[in-house]
T-cell receptor
């Protein structure tokens, strides 16, 4: 069964500092990987996605993620965090086919201190 | 705006009651997902429909049911409600199932009292 683990429930960083949010997945074939962000009271918004090709993918708001098959990881990074990045971040795994579904991790809450 | 519309935004009801949550997917999207988000369980996948047919089922209780209509909108029916069903219920849609990104609605916040 497919699954996603986000080991960090809560992370606090200072504004301007770099950020890395961890995501490990389990999937039987080549995964499709996603990062979403949820601001308070809002729905989830897609930050970036990986289907194939270049293992370093760029997303919106200056985020990037790197797919490492050997480590079953898809960590999210940002070189310099802004206060507006405070939110909850979800990693998700899916696959091809209309019967497949997205499986989400439990999320990492990011707090940004000024 | 993701293009996915959920109604109502808020719902307060009593235990034992039944409610229906509605979702209109983005134009052209054939697949609809329902998720439940609560503080203790996180984001839980409930069920997926593709072009009117059930395609995947997650941790959906027997008291819950869903369907997707010919116009592709979907409804999630929750019955015999319990306090523990209080949560944020999200609908998402995409074109191809798990092989493409899903777009989320703003959610329906259900409070059972």
């Amino acid at each position: 069964a497919q699954s996603v683990t986000q080991p960090d429930i809560h992370i606090t960083v200072s504004e301007g500092a770099s950020l890395e949010l961890r995501c490990n997945y389990s999937y039987g074939a080549t995964p499709y990987l996603f990062w979403y962000v949820q601001s308070p009271g809002q729905g989830l918004q897609l930050l970036l996605k990986y289907f194939s090709g270049d293992t370093l993918v760029q997303g919106i708001k200056g985020f990037e993620a790197e797919f490492k098959r050997s480590q079953s990881s898809f960590n999210l990074r940002k070189p310099s965090v802004h206060w507006s990045d405070a939110a909850e971040y979800f990693c998700a795994v899916g696959g091809p086919g209309t019967a497949s579904k997205l499986t989400f991790g439990t999320g990492t809450r990011l707090q940004v201190t000024l | 705006d993701s293009g996915v519309t959920q109604t109502p935004k808020h719902l307060i009801t009593a235990t034992g009651q039944r409610v229906t949550l509605r979702c209109s997917p983005r134009s052209g999207d054939l697949s609809v997902y329902w998720y439940q988000q609560s503080l203790d369980q996180g984001l839980q996948f409930l069920i997926q429909y593709y072009n009117g047919e059930e395609r995947a089922k997650g941790n959906i209780l027997e008291r819950f049911s869903a369907q997707q209509f010919p116009d592709l909108h979907s409804e999630l029916n929750l019955s015999s409600l319990e306090l523990g069903d209080s949560a944020l219920y999200f609908c998402a849609s995409n074109k191809l199932g798990g092989g493409s990104e899903a777009f989320f609605g703003q959610g329906t916040r259900l409070t059972v009292v």
